[in-house]
């Protein structure tokens, strides 16, 4: 859960986000979806976020945004057919804990970009919380001045 969110409320839960989008311009393996239904305040600052990359010469593609409470439901069932529960349980939260559900996550491809976004070290809003998930931020206003959180080594245990 992300308990340090202080900014405006967070997305509605049940609203969904994309599914997919076009090519990742960097690597054909991702999508660089749209921010529809980010927490407008996120979405602003993944806007900004990837304008200050582009400068630096680095692309950045949101590669998964917004989840609705059902959207993650299916990813777990997703990852569980393939991978099996114990694995699913460990890159999948529940509805109710995703910052992806809340609209204030985003998955950040390749990794050129998220090793970029993570040097940022919350300047733009965007933090690493994972250890297993260098891809994964979250955005939370304070993170712009007292830097990021510690990280957490999973999303669940
Ligand atoms: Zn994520």
Redesign the pocket.
């Known amino acids: 859960m992300v308990a340090y969110w202080l900014g405006n409320p967070p997305a509605d839960p049940d609203t969904p986000g994309p599914e997919g989008g076009p090519t990742c311009k960097a690597d054909s393996q991702y999508v660089n979806e749209s921010t529809t239904g980010l927490q407008p305040d996120v979405a602003k600052a993944w806007e900004a976020a990837v304008a200050t990359a582009k400068r630096a010469g680095i692309t950045l593609c949101l590669n998964?945004g917004k989840r609705s409470r059902a959207q993650q439901l299916a990813q777990f069932a997703q990852y569980e057919e393939q991978y099996g529960k114990d694995v699913a349980e460990q890159l999948v939260l529940p509805p109710d804990r995703?910052?992806?559900v809340l609209g204030v996550?985003?998955?950040a491809q390749p990794q050129a970009g998220w090793q970029w976004l993570q040097q940022t070290k919350g300047s733009l809003g965007f933090c690493r919380r994972y250890d297993n998930?260098g891809?994964?931020?979250e955005y939370a206003p304070q993170f712009k001045t007292a830097g990021c959180p510690e990280r957490l080594p999973k999303?669940v245990g």
Request: no cysteine; net charge negative.
């Open positions: 998964d995703s910052a992806h996550a985003v998955d998930e891809w994964h931020f999303p």
